[in-house]
């Protein structure tokens, strides 16, 4: 084929595709953010979803000028006669962060959690579990500046990994100071760094001047093996009074919930909003460089945005990551529910009450039908590649009794039901096949069956 998707991006595909594997699963993603839904709003976190593109100057001004982010991996959208001032967005933070203030978010009750979910762009070296679109799940919490608030972010997302049935996930906690422990550091760094300037990569050269700390994120092997030579020391040695308290508050609290998490002093994190609370969750089937998630707190974003200052903080999963590491501990794909009836009609110009039989059905159940008439044996056949509970025929006796001829594919029951009744009856009979206790004969299936063969 000629054509094909671009690089970094994935399609993800329907149940039975030859190609199919967890993370490319439509199904498998659907179920992910579903499950990660539940854990929010169980938690009083509100659906929010912003553009996919936003002013460049927002992201620029929010992420940070120093971030490979911002350097590297903008997608810029231009359209006809315009001045290709938006792109893509590379994550959400800092669109919601906009859309709170300009939306008047403030006045509703605070803390404000929101939550959302769908793709970023940053157009970074393809890699698997690294794409160019990918997808997150996104939690945020404005107007809190609570330690109990970061240590409920951090809870949530354990609970999200739990609820997904992940085991092998750890939590890499870290503080990066207030913006003047960081700049204590920065100092530090800039001190440390400058005599090895010429082992350096151009990337961490630049970052030398612009912010020294992502010169320990440098994903160069040469930067790594000089970063080890000097013994730098972390970041959390150069935490100022108030953001140790905090810090050892936030560890306070998810040790008494019973959170498990490793203090990780080296967490210094891809984007310059951070402050205090940063963390990672890792898993050995996504490999050690990359994350499953992270977040941490960013009181400064609203004011780098140029608005007044909001505390807030948050989190985000990659869902492609989260399915990589399902697949490494053996989870299967979801099972996919076939139709409750698959309705065929005996004779071509029955054809059309089959379709109605069927599109009756969904007032209450899944229900297809064959698009020609078929022979009874083709008929099951099909319904049975599709997965169907019944296989419904109408041939002329049927047509002319306003009835519909089912038959059972897993139980080879037999049944006559009149059409008027047939959606009740289905609905019934996929409760009974999901509950299969209320299959009993002090539950039957239905009122409505004519005669049971
Ligand atoms: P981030 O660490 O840049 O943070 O991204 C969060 C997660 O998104 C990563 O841990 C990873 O699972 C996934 N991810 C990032 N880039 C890629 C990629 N190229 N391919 C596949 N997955 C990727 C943020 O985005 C912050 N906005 C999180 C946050 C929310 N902080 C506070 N609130």
């Given at each position: 084929?000629?054509?094909?998707?671009?690089?970094?991006?994935?399609?993800?595909l329907p149940a039975g595709s030859p190609k199919l594997t967890l993370d490319v699963s439509a199904q498998a993603h659907g179920w992910v953010v579903e499950t990660a839904r539940r854990v929010l709003e169980r938690a009083g976190a509100q659906r929010i979803d912003t553009p996919l593109f936003e002013e460049a100057d927002l992201v620029k001004r929010g992420v940070g000028g120093s971030t490979d982010i911002v350097r590297k991996e903008m997608f810029t959208v231009y359209y006809?006669?315009?001045?290709?001032?938006?792109?893509?967005?590379?994550?959400?933070?800092?669109?919601?962060?906009?859309?709170?203030?300009?939306?008047?978010?403030?006045?509703?009750?605070?803390?404000?959690?929101?939550?959302?979910?769908?793709?970023?762009?940053?157009?970074?070296?393809?890699?698997?579990?690294?794409?160019?679109?990918?997808?997150?799940?996104?939690?945020?919490?404005?107007?809190?500046?609570?330690?109990?608030?970061?240590a409920e972010a951090i809870a949530l997302m354990v609970g999200v990994v739990r609820e997904l049935g992940l085991t092998?996930?750890?939590?890499?906690?870290?503080?990066?100071?207030?913006?003047?422990?960081?700049?204590?550091?920065?100092?530090?760094?800039?001190?440390?760094?400058?005599?090895?300037?010429?082992?350096?990569?151009?990337?961490?050269?630049?970052?030398l001047t612009r912010n020294p700390m992502r010169i320990l994120d440098s994903k160069s092997e040469d930067d790594q093996t000089l970063i080890a030579q000097l013994n730098v020391k972390p970041m959390l040695d150069f935490l100022g009074e108030d953001a140790r308290a905090n810090f050892d508050a936030v560890q306070g609290y998810l040790r008494d919930w019973g959170v498990e998490f490793d203090v990780?002093?080296?967490?210094?994190?891809?984007?310059?909003?951070?402050?205090?609370?940063?963390?990672?969750?890792?898993?050995?089937?996504?490999?050690?460089?990359?994350?499953?998630?992270?977040?941490?707190?960013?009181?400064?974003?609203?004011?780098?945005?140029?608005?007044?200052?909001?505390?807030?903080?948050?989190w985000a999963f990659g869902v492609e990551r989260l399915l990589i590491a399902l697949e490494a501990e053996g989870h299967p794909l979801?099972?996919?529910?076939?139709?409750?009836?698959?309705?065929?009609?005996?004779?071509?110009?029955?054809?059309?009450?089959a379709a109605a039989a069927a599109l009756a059905?969904?007032?209450?159940?899944?229900?297809?039908?064959?698009?020609r008439a078929l022979k009874p044996g083709n008929a099951f056949r099909d319904a049975e590649r599709r997965g169907a509970l019944f296989a419904g025929l109408i041939g002329s006796e049927e047509a002319a009794a306003g009835t519909v001829q089912l038959k059972n594919l897993r139980s080879a029951e037999q049944f006559t039901v009149l059409l008027s009744d047939l959606p009740d009856f289905l609905a019934a009979q996929e409760q009974a096949h999901l509950d299969p206790t209320?299959?009993?004969?002090?539950?039957?299936?239905?009122?409505?069956?004519?005669?049971n063969e």
């Open positions: 084929m000629a054509i094909k998707r671009p690089k970094g991006t994935e399609d993800h006809f006669g315009d001045h290709g001032g938006y792109i893509l967005r590379p994550e959400g933070t800092a669109s919601i962060v906009r859309a709170f203030l300009q939306n008047g978010l403030k006045q509703l009750p605070s803390p404000l959690k929101l939550w959302t979910h769908g793709p970023m762009f940053r157009a970074e070296r393809q890699q698997r579990g690294r794409l160019r679109q990918f997808h997150q799940v996104d939690y945020e919490v404005l107007g809190g500046s609570d330690a109990l608030v970061d092998g996930v750890r939590v890499k906690l870290g503080s990066i100071g207030d913006p003047e422990d960081r700049e204590a550091y920065n100092t530090y760094l800039r001190d440390l760094f400058t005599p090895h300037l010429e082992r350096l990569s151009d990337d961490s050269r630049d970052r990780d002093p080296s967490i210094v994190r891809g984007l310059d909003y951070y402050r205090r609370t940063a963390w990672e969750l890792h898993h050995e089937g996504v490999g050690a460089k990359s994350a499953l998630g992270g977040g941490g707190r960013y009181d400064g974003l609203a004011e780098q945005i140029g608005a007044q200052a909001v505390p807030g903080i948050g979801p099972a996919q529910a076939g139709p409750v009836v698959y309705v065929a009609a005996l004779e071509d110009s029955l054809v059309p009450a059905s969904r007032t209450s159940v899944r229900a297809e039908f064959a698009y209320l299959n009993s004969p002090a539950h039957p299936a239905s009122p409505v069956i004519l005669e």
